[in-house]
């Protein structure tokens, strides 16, 4: 089945500073990879996905690039703020005769120091 | 719209015991699973459902059972808890499970087993 690496565990950075946060997947047919955004004692929301038919895609200081011959995704916020900290989740989906399923990576605990 | 609903918030249950997670969307949302959550872990796919009558195991099923008769509800049972099965359970919905969507979180459900 699909596995799905996600790196650092914890990021710790200054205010105003970028954040960069990365995924590895095994499974060559995965073709949607989303990044979740979980605050302490709340349950995960999506902050921005890509499909596998794309390379790139921005929204406002969050971007995620996708690279399918390494299998890896990144997930990059600029100019971050204290309100950005959080744990964030990877995930990459693969269709099954089923439906798809998604595995997330374990997480990167991020902390934004005013 | 109330989303994804789950009930209940907490409960304790002792080794031996079951009970039934209940998950409900109002979105007309065809997709629908569930996840569990272990600290410092990502979440893992417990059951699956592409629509009412369809389920599937995901990556750690043993000790849960599904069911889905109505595409609003999807209920996690319990059968013997075991305290390995102490978590924070996470029920999602999506629009379509092929290709996959956004996956929308219920507030979850934290299940501890004496």
């Known amino acids: 089945g699909e596995n799905v690496e996600q790196h650092p565990s914890t990021l710790s950075v200054q205010e105003g500073d970028s954040a960069v946060i990365k995924c590895t997947y095994s499974?060559?047919?995965?073709?949607?990879f989303p990044w979740y955004k979980q605050e302490l004692g709340k349950r995960p929301q999506l902050i921005i996905d890509?499909?596998?038919?794309?390379g790139e895609k921005k929204d406002q200081r969050i971007a995620v690039t996708l690279n399918k011959t390494a299998k890896h995704f990144s997930l990059h916020i600029t100019e971050t703020q204290p309100e950005d900290s959080a744990v964030y989740f990877c995930?990459?989906?693969?269709?099954?005769?089923?439906?798809?399923?998604?595995?997330f990576g374990e997480g990167t605990q991020l902390t934004v120091n005013p | 719209n109330a989303g994804v609903t789950q009930t209940p918030k907490f409960q304790v249950l002792k080794t031996g015991q079951s009970m039934t997670l209940q998950c409900a969307q109002d979105?007309?949302?065809?997709?629908m699973s569930w996840y569990r959550q272990d600290p410092g872990m990502g979440l893992r796919l417990i059951h699956y459902?592409?629509?009412?009558?369809?389920?599937d195991q995901g990556e750690v099923p043993n000790g849960y059972n599904v069911s889905r008769s109505t595409t609003e509800d999807f209920p996690l049972r319990l059968l013997s808890a075991a305290p390995s099965q102490t978590s924070v359970y996470f029920c999602?919905?999506?629009?379509?499970?092929?290709?996959?969507?956004?996956?929308?979180f219920g507030p979850g459900t934290r299940l501890t087993v004496t």
């Open positions: 995930a990459a989906s693969i269709r099954e005769t089923s439906g798809s399923r998604l595995t």
């Open positions: 999602a919905s999506s629009y379509s499970g092929v290709p996959v969507y956004e996956q929308y």
């Open positions: 979105m007309n949302h065809e997709y």
């Open positions: 890509i499909r596998s038919n794309v």
């Open positions: 499974d060559s047919a995965s073709n949607y």
């Open positions: 459902s592409v629509g009412a009558g369809i389920t």
